[in-house]
Protein backbone atom coordinates (compact mmCIF):
# COMPACT_ATOMS: atom_id res chain seq x y z
CA UNK A 1 0.00 0.00 0.00
CA UNK A 2 1.53 3.59 -0.96
CA UNK A 3 1.60 5.77 2.27
CA UNK A 4 0.67 9.70 1.67
CA UNK A 5 2.20 12.53 4.09
CA UNK A 6 0.85 15.72 3.90
CA UNK A 7 2.98 18.47 4.55
CA UNK A 8 2.35 21.99 5.54
CA UNK A 9 4.54 24.87 3.73
CA UNK A 10 4.93 27.83 5.57
CA UNK A 11 3.95 31.47 4.03
CA UNK A 12 7.81 33.07 3.36
CA UNK A 13 6.77 35.91 5.43
CA UNK A 14 5.40 33.43 7.86
CA UNK A 15 9.12 33.77 10.56
CA UNK A 16 9.58 37.45 9.47
CA UNK A 17 6.53 38.05 11.11
CA UNK A 18 6.73 35.94 14.20
CA UNK A 19 10.35 38.03 15.19
CA UNK A 20 8.07 41.60 14.50
CA UNK A 21 5.27 40.23 17.18
CA UNK A 22 8.41 38.66 19.55
CA UNK A 23 9.85 42.36 19.50
CA UNK A 24 6.77 44.22 20.18
CA UNK A 25 5.48 41.72 23.37
CA UNK A 26 9.17 42.07 24.71
CA UNK A 27 9.89 46.10 24.05
CA UNK A 28 6.75 47.66 22.59
CA UNK A 29 7.16 49.78 19.35
CA UNK A 30 10.94 50.52 20.22
CA UNK A 31 12.99 50.50 17.34
CA UNK A 32 10.19 49.98 15.26
CA UNK A 33 9.91 51.66 11.89
CA UNK A 34 6.31 53.12 10.86
CA UNK A 35 6.30 50.30 8.31
CA UNK A 36 6.60 47.69 10.55
CA UNK A 37 3.54 48.82 12.36
CA UNK A 38 1.41 49.08 9.61
CA UNK A 39 2.34 45.86 8.42
CA UNK A 40 1.69 44.58 12.39
CA UNK A 41 -1.39 45.84 11.80
CA UNK A 42 -2.31 44.62 8.45
CA UNK A 43 -1.41 40.76 9.16
CA UNK A 44 -4.06 41.11 11.77
CA UNK A 45 -6.98 40.72 9.01
CA UNK A 46 -4.72 38.09 6.59
CA UNK A 47 -2.30 35.89 8.64
CA UNK A 48 -1.06 33.97 6.22
CA UNK A 49 -0.16 37.30 4.02
CA UNK A 50 3.03 38.71 3.57
CA UNK A 51 2.79 42.42 4.00
CA UNK A 52 5.75 43.76 4.28
CA UNK A 53 5.67 45.59 0.59
CA UNK A 54 2.13 46.99 0.65
CA UNK A 55 2.77 48.14 4.16
CA UNK A 56 5.86 50.91 3.14
CA UNK A 57 3.95 51.75 -0.17
CA UNK A 58 1.25 52.83 2.34
CA UNK A 59 3.62 54.60 4.43
CA UNK A 60 4.73 56.83 1.00
CA UNK A 61 1.27 56.84 -0.68
CA UNK A 62 -0.51 58.33 3.14
CA UNK A 63 2.56 60.14 3.87
CA UNK A 64 4.10 58.81 7.01
CA UNK A 65 2.23 56.60 10.17
CA UNK A 66 -0.44 59.13 10.91
CA UNK A 67 -1.84 59.16 7.50
CA UNK A 68 -2.37 55.90 7.10
CA UNK A 69 -3.96 55.13 10.67
CA UNK A 70 -6.17 58.17 9.60
CA UNK A 71 -7.17 57.21 6.32
CA UNK A 72 -10.38 55.78 5.49
CA UNK A 73 -11.02 52.14 4.40
CA UNK A 74 -11.70 53.13 0.79
CA UNK A 75 -8.58 55.07 0.68
CA UNK A 76 -6.77 52.41 1.77
CA UNK A 77 -7.79 49.53 -0.67
CA UNK A 78 -6.72 52.16 -3.59
CA UNK A 79 -3.02 50.29 -2.47
CA UNK A 80 -2.38 47.43 -4.26
CA UNK A 81 -2.79 44.13 -2.12
CA UNK A 82 -4.86 46.29 0.54
CA UNK A 83 -8.40 44.89 0.54
CA UNK A 84 -11.39 44.73 3.29
CA UNK A 85 -9.75 41.70 5.16
CA UNK A 86 -6.33 43.11 5.73
CA UNK A 87 -7.75 46.99 5.93
CA UNK A 88 -9.51 45.09 8.97
CA UNK A 89 -6.21 45.91 11.65
CA UNK A 90 -6.06 49.44 10.28
CA UNK A 91 -9.67 49.86 10.76
CA UNK A 92 -9.65 48.28 14.33
CA UNK A 93 -6.77 50.23 15.49
CA UNK A 94 -9.01 53.62 14.78
CA UNK A 95 -12.22 52.18 15.90
CA UNK A 96 -10.10 51.90 19.97
CA UNK A 97 -8.13 54.86 19.87
CA UNK A 98 -10.93 57.04 19.02
CA UNK A 99 -13.16 55.32 22.17
CA UNK A 100 -10.24 55.72 24.03
CA UNK A 101 -9.83 58.91 23.61
CA UNK A 102 -13.66 59.88 23.81
CA UNK A 103 -13.93 57.62 27.06
CA UNK A 104 -10.31 60.44 29.00
CA UNK A 105 -12.80 63.09 28.15
CA UNK A 106 -12.76 64.78 31.74
CA UNK A 107 -16.60 65.31 32.41
CA UNK A 108 -16.14 69.22 34.21
CA UNK A 109 -13.42 70.84 31.92
CA UNK A 110 -11.71 73.75 32.48
CA UNK A 111 -11.48 75.50 28.72
CA UNK A 112 -10.03 78.75 29.37
CA UNK A 113 -7.45 77.70 27.72
CA UNK A 114 -7.41 77.78 24.04
CA UNK A 115 -5.21 74.99 23.50
CA UNK A 116 -7.00 73.06 26.00
CA UNK A 117 -10.05 73.52 23.96
CA UNK A 118 -8.95 72.46 20.80
CA UNK A 119 -6.71 69.09 21.97
CA UNK A 120 -10.69 68.39 23.30
CA UNK A 121 -12.06 68.77 20.29
CA UNK A 122 -9.96 66.78 18.25
CA UNK A 123 -10.11 64.41 20.70
CA UNK A 124 -14.28 64.32 20.27
CA UNK A 125 -14.88 64.83 16.63
CA UNK A 126 -11.52 65.52 15.04
CA UNK A 127 -11.42 62.25 13.23
CA UNK A 128 -14.99 61.98 12.30
CA UNK A 129 -15.78 60.82 8.82
CA UNK A 130 -18.84 62.88 8.74
CA UNK A 131 -18.98 66.71 9.70
CA UNK A 132 -19.93 67.08 13.04
CA UNK A 133 -21.53 70.26 14.75
CA UNK A 134 -21.35 70.39 18.37
CA UNK A 135 -21.62 73.08 21.33
CA UNK A 136 -19.46 73.49 24.64
CA UNK A 137 -21.35 74.69 27.30
CA UNK A 138 -19.66 76.55 29.88
CA UNK A 139 -20.64 77.85 33.22
CA UNK A 140 -19.34 81.45 34.76
CA UNK A 141 -15.86 80.20 35.51
CA UNK A 142 -15.17 78.89 31.73
CA UNK A 143 -15.90 75.10 33.14
CA UNK A 144 -17.30 72.87 30.61
CA UNK A 145 -20.80 71.61 32.12
CA UNK A 146 -22.27 69.86 29.09
CA UNK A 147 -21.15 69.07 25.51
CA UNK A 148 -24.15 68.20 22.90
CA UNK A 149 -24.06 67.03 19.08
CA UNK A 150 -26.45 69.30 17.73
CA UNK A 151 -26.00 68.19 13.68
CA UNK A 152 -24.04 65.34 11.96
CA UNK A 153 -23.47 65.59 8.19
CA UNK A 154 -22.50 68.48 5.54
CA UNK A 155 -23.39 71.55 7.37
CA UNK A 156 -25.63 73.98 6.94
CA UNK A 157 -28.48 76.86 8.15
CA UNK A 158 -31.07 74.11 8.32
CA UNK A 159 -29.42 71.78 10.24
CA UNK A 160 -27.80 74.25 12.65
CA UNK A 161 -30.84 76.57 13.99
CA UNK A 162 -30.06 78.62 16.87
CA UNK A 163 -32.99 77.21 19.04
CA UNK A 164 -31.14 73.27 18.63
CA UNK A 165 -28.08 75.38 20.23
CA UNK A 166 -29.45 77.25 22.61
CA UNK A 167 -32.08 75.28 24.02
CA UNK A 168 -30.13 73.73 26.26
CA UNK A 169 -27.92 76.79 27.33
CA UNK A 170 -31.21 77.86 29.19
CA UNK A 171 -31.92 74.58 30.97
CA UNK A 172 -28.03 74.36 31.95
CA UNK A 173 -27.97 77.79 32.86
CA UNK A 174 -24.73 78.28 31.13
CA UNK A 175 -23.12 81.54 30.82
CA UNK A 176 -21.22 81.10 27.57
CA UNK A 177 -21.31 78.50 24.27
CA UNK A 178 -18.21 77.57 22.24
CA UNK A 179 -19.89 75.85 19.19
CA UNK A 180 -17.31 73.56 16.97
CA UNK A 181 -17.35 71.58 14.07
CA UNK A 182 -14.62 69.25 12.05
CA UNK A 183 -14.18 69.36 8.07
CA UNK A 184 -13.00 65.97 7.33
CA UNK A 185 -11.00 67.19 4.25
CA UNK A 186 -8.06 68.20 6.68
CA UNK A 187 -8.51 71.65 5.63
CA UNK A 188 -9.86 74.33 8.42
CA UNK A 189 -10.44 76.85 5.88
CA UNK A 190 -14.53 78.41 6.90
CA UNK A 191 -16.69 78.37 4.57
CA UNK A 192 -19.63 81.03 3.47
CA UNK A 193 -21.72 78.53 5.09
CA UNK A 194 -19.66 78.78 8.58
CA UNK A 195 -19.40 82.12 8.49
CA UNK A 196 -23.03 82.70 8.22
CA UNK A 197 -23.46 79.88 11.01
CA UNK A 198 -21.52 81.99 12.88
CA UNK A 199 -22.71 85.67 12.13
CA UNK A 200 -26.35 83.38 13.05
CA UNK A 201 -25.48 82.27 16.05
CA UNK A 202 -23.88 85.46 17.54
CA UNK A 203 -26.75 87.32 16.62
CA UNK A 204 -29.13 84.95 18.75
CA UNK A 205 -26.06 84.90 21.34
CA UNK A 206 -26.52 88.95 22.04
CA UNK A 207 -29.97 88.74 22.16
CA UNK A 208 -30.27 85.66 24.44
CA UNK A 209 -27.85 87.76 26.28
CA UNK A 210 -25.85 84.07 26.57
CA UNK A 211 -22.19 84.74 24.82
CA UNK A 212 -20.88 82.31 21.70
CA UNK A 213 -17.16 82.82 22.46
CA UNK A 214 -15.74 81.31 19.49
CA UNK A 215 -16.92 78.95 16.72
CA UNK A 216 -13.87 76.56 16.04
CA UNK A 217 -13.05 74.08 13.00
CA UNK A 218 -11.06 71.19 13.42
CA UNK A 219 -9.36 68.59 11.77
CA UNK A 220 -7.24 65.54 12.58
CA UNK A 221 -4.34 68.14 13.33
CA UNK A 222 -5.70 71.48 12.39
CA UNK A 223 -7.59 74.21 14.08
CA UNK A 224 -9.59 77.46 12.82
CA UNK A 225 -10.68 80.15 15.67
CA UNK A 226 -13.17 82.39 14.70
CA UNK A 227 -12.16 84.25 17.58
CA UNK A 228 -8.66 83.98 17.36
CA UNK A 229 -9.45 85.36 13.91
CA UNK A 230 -10.95 88.36 15.04
CA UNK A 231 -14.25 87.36 13.36
CA UNK A 232 -16.21 87.25 16.50
Known amino acids: MK ?34 IIELLLTLGT ?26 IEELQRIKGIGPSNAFGVKLFQAISERIAKEQLPDKLDLRSSKTVVDYLQKWIGLERKEHFVALYLDSQNHLIANKVISIGILNAA ?74
Open 3 to 36: STSKTTTKHKGTGHRKRLRERFLQAGLVGFHDYE
Open 159 to 232: LVHPREVFEPAVSLHSSSIIVAHNHPSGSVEPSNEDREITKKLVETGRIMEIMIKDHIIVSSSSQFSFHQQLLI
Open 47 to 72: PQRDCKRVAKDAIVEFHGLRGVLEAT
